[in-house]
């Protein structure tokens, strides 16, 4: 009986979290995506360029979403079953809390799984692809970046204004500072300029302006017909490019031997939020049962319930996020990330147990014969 009940269980909750996960996932990535809409209009950003970019966010939002889509996903079935009144059926024909979690508990252990393959190998691979592919695109698209009637920093050092562009991407009243060696700031001002791809790299062709140079306290000044700027630094800062802790994996956050003591906290309290925030998968979805399937059945409904267990669900996940961001300060409170979530784990299993000794039920049998 047990396999046929937790198999018709698990269809429940298995497709209000991948409804909720695709939903959220979905909300949030078009948040994300539509900062790239304006280059695909109006920059020539091309849509497959774009996909790709905008597709490499969405493993970092699956894991952070999956453990709360499950736990409303708990919540909202057993609220469910408990308006049908097919928990009273269960708890009727003799079974425990415990076991009537058993399906959550099982859902709960693959999303875990799950959460822990994208923390520790999908994530980090997706986010060195996105910053790889974003430092490709300026530098091979680094028209992208420059904005009409905006003043632009495309390479530190280096502004530009732009008045107005045409559809071929002819840019018109430009205005360029190159203040990249600060002993000899440049200012260009040119009534048209084409960003063109060389083999080393975006360089500027300015048409028909005038050079300003300041060095050693005096200013030179030059009309040119043409004039080539080479802004191809990207190339260089790509090569020697610092990855974030993010883009690494869990053997390069743990065995970083970085001279800097903040960045070494950065990577440390990295590995042990990848460690732990998979885990709220199967913490949340216990909080969830042990609140849903204790006490009696209320007619009237369970909202008491559900808002009782989001604002613990809430309090959990806030204090496990609070605590990682205070790692970084004080690694000594490490130790505390695990300390919250096994106690989440602990605390509901034994509410879920306690539940069942204190109000076991007659099996289905007994009580029609008594």
Known sequence: MWQRYTLYMMHLLMWPTLFISVSLTSIIWL????????????????????????????????LLILPISLFVAVIFTYNKLSADSELVVFKAAGLSPLQLARPAIIIALIVTACCYGLSMHLMPLTKRQFKDTQMFLRDNYTSVLLQEEVFNSPVDGLTVFVRHRDEDGTLHGVLVHDNRIREAATTMMAEQAQLVQTPNGPRFYLTKGMRQERRDGRVSWLNFDSYNLDISLYTEQAAERTRGPEEMYMGELLSSDVQDDALH??????????????MYALGLALLACSVMLRGEFNRRGQWKRVATVSV?????????????????????????LYVAISLLIVSSLIALMGDWRRSVQPTLPEAMTS
């Open 31 to 62: 948040t994300q995506a539509l900062r790239f809409i304006d280059f695909i209009i109006n920059r020539g950003l091309s849509i497959w360029d774009f996909t790709y970019l905008t597709m490499l966010l969405v493993p970092s939002l699956l």
């Open 312 to 336: 613990a669900a809430i309090g959990f996940v806030v204090t496990g996020l609070g605590l990682t961001n205070l790692v970084v300060q004080m690694p000594l409170l490490t130790p505390l």
């Open 265 to 278: 906290r950065k990577y440390l309290a990295e590995a042990h939020q990848r460690l732990t925030w998979p």
